[in-house]
């Protein structure tokens, strides 16, 4: 080898060399610019009132803000589809909810919650059935009784088809034979505010999507889809109380593309923790009605596997693929 090819070598290795630790060196920086969280429905809703709360828990523990951006469509399918798009570094990351395991069954959507990186759950909450406080049903007994007199005349509005609150109404049919006439919309906040506005019937969303308009005394809810009765809404009584077998709900919580670098997942799995401990992040969701729940990547990918198959399971045995 002679002394220009060793030199070539020598240029070409210590560009190389320069490269790697300009890249380690860029990760080891994360985050230099700001973060986006994409809320893949509209504002309004629980989802995006978590999320605005998260951002604003991160600015204690990271030197970026978070900026939230609202791509709504198809129960969810397009925020996250634009998200598994993304560039795997870790500034655009997404609020997943329980539909990223819902949609691939109902043919909406080309992606499996697998395409994405888990980071953290951070809450938990049960479906409702609720109504106008002036509606002519005082009880869950007296709406379904109406439902199945006039099947299919009573609207139920929900966060879009396949989402989870479209599946607790499908359910609550297939559990007690009533029928109604599901209306979607852009997320549970349109599907609430259609409702006050006398547009539909009924919402088979959250109680922290209608807890405001609940104490103005201007929706009441008939009963919760839950295991025991909801803090908040003590009153409340669920399926089950009444001879229903049916519990279903939601979850909300972080991911990232897949293939993010394991530094910079462990890193957002550090920030997320520490925003989650922060009191005004918890107060906020006291004050939604937002249950929180807490988990790990690991437990939370577990939890996505588990609700998977099971809604895998559900929507084949009610037919309801779009």
């Known amino acids: 080898m002679n002394i220009n090819t060793s030199r070539r070598c020598f240029t070409a290795l210590a560009a190389l060399l320069a490269l790697g630790a300009g890249a380690v060196h860029a990760q080891a920086d994360f985050p230099n610019h700001p973060i986006e969280l994409v809320v893949p429905f509209q504002p309004g809703g629980g989802t995006d009132a978590l999320a605005r709360s998260f951002a604003d828990a991160t600015r204690k523990h990271m030197p970026q803000s978070m900026i939230i951006v609202n791509k709504p469509g198809a129960s969810g399918a397009i925020g996250w589809q634009d998200v598994i798009n993304a560039k795997p570094d870790g500034y655009r990351l997404a609020v997943v909810t329980v539909e990223l395991t819902t949609l691939p069954h109902m043919g909406i959507g ?41 099947p299919g005349k009573i609207s139920v509005g929900n966060a ?118 922060e009191p005004a992040f918890r107060e906020t969701l006291d004050k939604q009605n937002l249950g929180f729940a807490y988990a790990d990547d690991v437990a939370f990918k577990a939890v996505m596997a588990k609700d998977d198959a099971y809604f895998k399971g559900l929507i084949t045995k009610l037919g309801i693929k779009n």
């Open 160 to 277: 879009g088809n396949g989402s989870i609150w479209h599946l607790a109404a499908t359910a609550l049919e297939d559990k007690t034979g009533a029928k109604f006439n599901h209306v979607p919309f852009q997320g549970a906040g349109p599907a609430v505010l259609a409702l006050l506005g006398g547009h539909i019937d009924a919402v088979a969303v959250s109680p922290a999507e209608v807890t405001t308009y609940v104490a103005a005394g201007k929706l009441k809810m008939l009963a919760v889809m839950a295991d025991q009765r909801v803090k908040g809404f003590e009153k409340v009584p669920t399926l089950k109380e009444r001879n229903i077998d049916l519990t279903i709900g939601t979850w909300r919580g972080i991911a990232a593309p897949k293939n993010t670098p394991p530094d910079v997942v462990a890193y957002l799995k550090k920030l997320t923790l520490a925003a989650s401990s």
């Open 110 to 150: 080309k992606f499996t919650y697998d395409d994405l990186q888990p980071i953290a759950r951070l809450n938990a909450d049960q479906a409702a059935i609720t109504v106008r406080a002036e509606a002519p049903w005082n009880t869950i007994e007296e709406y379904l009784a109406a439902a199945k007199k006039e």
